[in-house]
């Protein structure tokens, strides 16, 4: 038996706001990406998450804003073998990254077609969108993108990133690996497909701007970014072979979770950044499981964010803490929608040699937060700059005190204290005027300021 | 042996006897953690620099590498690290006080949550886990000396095992039938179940070398001159066999009788049902011997403990938490009040104690002059232990110098004749520790290899 847990209560709406509600706490989660609308930048990357109508209409019951469907292939579909996921568990088993050796969806075409056509009608107010790979020649594109445009779903999402199984065939990430291809590939989506075409891009180089120029000379609408990375999370020393394992072996995969998000925010913030690509919109992805992560990612330029590892370990209802923490935090801030605090800390992201090289920050610590575990100590003593005593009070307490003069504001010890607030950074009055290195004149290639 | 209180009833025969219940009511106090468990509080150790855990550890124990060993799955390391430091780490998990030890110094007690790392049980977890396929410690090649241990309690257990490991060859002469000391008779069963303390001897002795010889009793059978003629060198670890007495008439009468003697028996006993108990009984003293016999009695089926103390609760040696263990199964604490008559009953039997209140004035303390009495059918007196007459009969132990009552020893833990060290109980005054004879055991081995080396160097 189907039971629902959004429709069968005998109250269906009491203390649940409608899920579709763009309004959350005062605030207008609403977006509108790269011409497709959605009531919220909350949506769920193409994954198994979005594998078929069951799963999608779940995610939209659960109040997602939108949703991007498991990429579709030429016929026959592809075929996927059995063991599919590992992770790289922290110490209390939380889950610090997943890896996936899965392809693209292992469904017909037409069951596929007929689902996204039903349930884009069924929630119009949605965005939906449509992932696509197929082989890097016009007619395999000219033939499935009527198809999907058939559909009426929003828009579709270019997968130029999947590290395992399908570059091997020349689709994928052998297809984002190479900036014409994905110029290419982007020029015959626009020109058989007329709503927006978001290209998503592979991590797995070394400029993720050239990737993002490419597809922007190929009249790409948006980017997302980023797929996932090539990985290896654990080898069963018993086995020696690796997970997921398949019979006796495995293969590399690919890497999402909260481990990625930092190298994913670098390179989101490297697009929004970059005057190649000033206004490009960027669907941000990686890691984001929090309100919090979402707002970051926004803050760099991110105009919708999607999420699917921490749908895929805590199930849908996730994405109701994430929109209530998003306006409580943007109406505290003042922030009236997405858009008023997009981009808004890339004005502060810039290059090092832009940094301020007279700038001193100088560690503090709290003696009546300290704990005296003396981490801070062993950590400046071998790692860093030998910049804190350890002194032994009268009772024998321990006392830690930084030598300021030697102190050069790394953060070590701030990061390796557990307690909060207990180190702080405190930035120090030097009477020096901004300096970048470009100016210095220690600089060897000085430029005249 | 319980003589004096075989008349009483068994536990059998009173209130509702269960044997299955009286069998739960001796078994482990704080159940092990399981692995993920111990995993999870493993998570907890903040890995300190100089760890205040181990500066109050007596036994030098690398409190933040074995609790990182257990994090990383690695439990052998884990035991190892504990064991090189303290070869009976298993006992000593279950016995240490270590809330007022390694966990009292926890720098987690000062964190947001106030809650030390549980680092006995952790401790317990590796040692009980540990599979070693053979021994972990070897013996360094053969020395060609023989060192005579008196007592195989942890003192000379552990000086045994750190005397083998230096390539020493060790008899250990006991006068029980069974070695392990306290551990084997003197701890509450509950704390020490599944007859850990004989598991652990026999692991210590895997390592060779050693041989014990039981029945084996200072001043009786076993001469302290003949050992230092026969032996490179000696060391002491006797504990303190004997009870303090009350110094009452009618110390003798049926019905009283020492704890230990009978937490002796309790921890022998094949049939807790057939142990004497008393309905109504006195516990005298406040240590944690006094304890284990409030709390046994309750267990095993009495329905008026009184431990009574003749200060307040704050100067009982008793920890805190053993207070909380005693009151948590019934046992009422009766401070300020001391001894002043056992009451008999027409048969010469006891009866009942007459208490004198206490005061303290001065630091010194007065009777009130204020008594009351307590119906008992049996007194257990816990007020310390001492030197048993028999040891100290024997002419060269006798000659040795004293610190009060106890052996006198230097840092080196040499005694005052020549060759002859002790550890344990029998010489360090204050909080008696297994923990504490650990370490001094393991010291004087260091101390007389050193002695023995420097020797067959000189010769």
């Known amino acids: 038996m189907k039971t629902d847990t959004f429709t069968s209560s005998p109250f269906p709406s009491f203390g649940k706001k409608s899920s579709g509600d763009s ?3 005062g605030v207008d989660l609403s977006v509108n990406f790269a011409g497709i609308k959605a009531p919220n930048p909350f949506w769920l990357a193409s994954a198994p998450p979005t594998d078929k109508a069951y799963n999608v209409v779940r995610a939209y019951e659960a109040g997602w804003g939108g949703v991007v469907w498991k990429t ?39 069951i596929n077609l007929q689902e996204i056509t039903q349930v884009k009608k069924d929630w119009p107010d949605r965005a939906l969108i449509v992932s696509i790979m197929v082989p890097c020649n016009e007619e395999a594109w000219a033939y499935i993108l009527p ?26 990430a052998a297809v984002g690996q190479d900036p014409d291809l994905i110029e290419k590939v982007t020029y015959w989506c626009k020109k058989h497909y007329s709503k927006p075409v978001i290209v998503k891009l592979t991590p797995n180089i070394t400029d993720i701007r050239v990737g993002a120029q490419a597809a922007l000379r190929g009249g790409a609408d948006a980017v997302s970014l980023i797929n996932t990375i090539n990985s290896i999370t654990s080898i069963d020393l018993d086995a020696m072979a690796a997970k997921p394992t398949v019979g006796h072996q495995s293969t590399h995969g690919g890497y999402c979770g909260s481990a990625v998000k ?19 919109p960027i669907s941000g992805i990686g890691g984001i499981s929090s309100w919090r992560d979402a707002a970051e990612f926004i803050a760099l330029g991110s105009g919708s964010v999607q999420v699917c590892t921490a749908a895929m370990l805590n199930g849908f209802r ?15 801030k003042g922030y009236d929608s997405i858009e008023a605090f997009s981009r808004k800390a890339i004005p502060h992201t810039t290059d090092w040699k832009h940094l301020d090289i007279n700038f001193k920050t100088i560690a503090q610590i709290d003696q009546d937060l300290c704990i005296e575990c003396g981490r801070c100590y062993i950590a400046c003593e071998d790692t860093s700059h030998q910049s804190i005593a350890k002194l032994t009070e009268q009772d024998g307490a321990r006392r830690y005190e930084v030598i300021e003069d030697e102190c050069v504001g790394c953060n070590l010890c701030q990061i390796t204290c557990p307690v909060e607030n207990c180190i702080t950074m405190v930035p120090q009055e030097t009477g020096q005027p901004f300096l970048a290195w470009d100016n210095d004149p220690r600089n060897p290639f000085q430029v005249a300021s | 042996m319980t003589n004096p209180l075989d008349y009483l009833p068994s536990a059998k025969e009173v209130g509702t006897y269960d044997p299955q219940a009286l069998v739960n009511n001796f078994s482990d106090l704080h159940p092990p953690l399981t692995d993920r468990q111990a995993i999870i509080e493993s998570q907890r150790c903040l890995y300190c620099y100089d760890a205040p855990c181990v500066e109050a550890c007596p036994s030098d124990i690398d409190v933040p590498s074995f609790i990182r060993q257990i994090s990383d799955s690695n439990i052998n390391g884990a035991a190892e690290t504990i064991l090189k430091a303290n070869i009976l780490g298993g006992s000593c998990a279950r016995v240490c006080p270590t809330e007022i030890l390694c966990e009292r110094s926890c720098v987690r007690n000062h964190d947001a949550e106030c809650q030390p790392v549980l680092i006995g049980l952790l401790q317990r977890h590796a040692t009980d886990n540990m599979q070693f396929e053979q021994h972990p410690f070897t013996r360094a090649a053969s020395t060609g000396q023989h060192i005579a241990v008196v007592g195989a309690g942890p003192a000379g257990l552990s000086c045994a095992h750190r005397l083998a490991m230096f390539g020493h060859q060790v008899t250990i002469f006991e006068a029980e039938q069974k070695p392990g000391g306290l551990n084997e008779y003197g701890i509450a069963r509950y704390k020490m179940t599944d007859d850990f303390a004989h598991k652990e001897v026999a692991f210590l002795l895997e390592i060779g070398g050693i041989d014990i010889q039981y029945g084996q009793r200072l001043g009786s059978n076993l001469a302290l001159s003949t050992l230092r003629q026969q032996y490179d060198s000696v060391f002491i670890g006797l504990g303190l066999g004997a009870s303090r007495a009350l110094g009452l008439t009618g110390e003798e009468a049926p019905g009283l009788m020492p704890a230990v003697e ?58 805190d938490h053993e207070q909380e263990i005693a ?18 009953d027409t ?42 007459d028999t040891s100290l009969s024997d002419a060269t132990a006798a000659e040795l110098d004293r610190d009060g009552e106890r052996i006198h020893v230097d840092e080196m833990f040499r005694t005052s004749l020549p060759n002859v060290y002790a550890g344990g109980d029998c010489v360090q005054a204050g909080q008696d520790l297994t923990v504490q004879a650990v370490q001094h055991g393991k010291l004087a081995a260091h101390a007389i290899h050193q002695a023995l080396a420097a020797k067959q160097e000189a010769a």
């Open chain 1, 23 to 25: 309004i959350v706490n």
């Open chain 1, 147 to 172: 198809l999907v445009e058939a559909t009426g779903a929003d828009g579709i999402e270019l997968n130029l990133g999947c590290p395992h199984g399908m570059p091997e065939r020349g689709m994928g």
């Open chain 1, 72 to 110: 579709l292939g030429e016929e026959p579909a592809a075929v996927n073998v059995s063991s599919r996921y590992s992770a790289h568990y922290g110490k209390n088993r939380e889950v610090i990254g997943f890896n996936n050796i899965e392809l693209i969806t292992d469904r017909s075409l037409e």
């Open chain 2, 262 to 319: 009978y937490i002796k028996t309790l921890r022998q006993a094949t049939d807790l049902g057939s142990l004497p108990v008393s309905k109504r009984c006195i516990v005298i003293g406040a240590g944690n011997t006094a304890i284990d016999m409030a709390t046994q009695m309750s267990r095993l089926g009495a329905t008026e403990v009184t431990l009574v103390y003749r200060r307040g609760l704050e100067a009982m040696s008793a920890t």
């Open chain 1, 262 to 280: 930092p190298i994913a925010m670098n390179m989101v913030a490297e697009i929004a950044r970059d005057p190649a690509t000033p206004t490009l």
């Open chain 2, 347 to 388: 048969q010469g039997r006891v009866a009942g104690m007459r208490f004198a209140k206490t005061v303290e004035q001065a630091g010194r303390l007065m009777p009130t002059g204020e008594t009351f009495e307590l119906a008992a059918e049996a007194i257990f007196k816990a007020i310390g232990q001492g030197f048993d």
């Open chain 2, 327 to 344: 009151k948590a199964n019934g046992v009422r604490i009766v401070t300020w009040a001391q001894p002043d008559e056992i009451m008999l």
């Open chain 1, 318 to 332: 996730i994405v109701e803490e994430m929109k209530d923490g998003l306006s409580r935090w943007m109406a505290d």
